[in-house]
């Protein structure tokens, strides 16, 4: 049976109406006038791609795991936020999870406490075996978020995975399971095509027909 790595932000979770701009002043902007740290919406837009290293905070003497964990704590909220505004949903052909057969992970750049509350509002998390953020074990692994392949080979190794396929919406995620060694598979939620991508799907109900094309 294949190891499944969902990402889980836009490829099960959907978020309506969703702002950058809200984001970085809901959970961003607070957190670096508390610790004293330059960080304007351009600097947190290259941050998150990739651009500045997400390390930034310790050039102003402020510890890379304590930026992060704040943030994170001001992400979770903002995700309480989102659904009690009635802008938080799953997609609807994430009822597949209960048909596939294999190991399932969900991995994200968000926190593990954000994953698990937004799969646990919409009895998702019950389908995964492993819950993987970028706050696994204290941020140790920061420097290697997606694209970098540095997560599948730990879920790889904790998961003792020798086929999987790894299913999101950009492609960060495809890279990552490139080199990562993954099928990757592009859901269209927000790009249409990725050259990146093994296979293409219109709704994640096609995941079930994939297994017999590599398997």
Not at 40 to 48: A, G, K, S, V
Not at 82 to 106: C, N, P, Q, W
Not at 137 to 157: G, Q, T
């Amino acid at each position: 049976m294949p190891c499944y790595i969902f990402d889980v932000d836009d490829t099960l979770i959907k978020y309506r109406d969703f702002s950058f701009e809200e984001w970085y002043d809901f959970i961003v902007a607070p957190v670096a006038e508390e610790l004293n740290i330059p960080l304007d919406l351009q600097i947190w837009r290259e941050m998150i791609e990739g651009k500045i290293s997400r390390r930034y905070p310790e050039k102003y003497g402020v510890p890379a795991e304590k930026f992060w964990a704040k943030v994170d704590k001001k992400n979770l909220e903002y995700r309480k936020f989102m659904f009690r505004e009635g802008r938080l949903s799953a997609y609807e052909d994430t009822k597949v999870l209960e048909h596939l057969k294999g190991k399932k992970i969900a991995w994200s750049t968000s926190s593990t406490s954000c994953m698990r509350y937004v799969l646990s509002l919409f009895n998702l998390i019950k389908y995964f075996d492993l819950i993987i953020g970028k706050d696994y074990e204290n941020y140790r692994y920061l420097d290697y978020v997606k694209p970098a392949p540095k997560f599948i080979e730990i879920i790889k190794e904790k998961m003792q995975c020798k086929k999987c396929v790894l299913i999101g919406d950009d492609d960060k995620d495809m890279m990552a399971a490139k080199g990562g060694e993954c099928v990757a598979i592009l859901i269209k939620r927000r790009l249409s095509s990725s050259e990146l991508a093994d296979f293409t799907i219109d709704t994640l109900w096609d995941l079930l027909g994939i297994d017999k094309k590599f398997l």
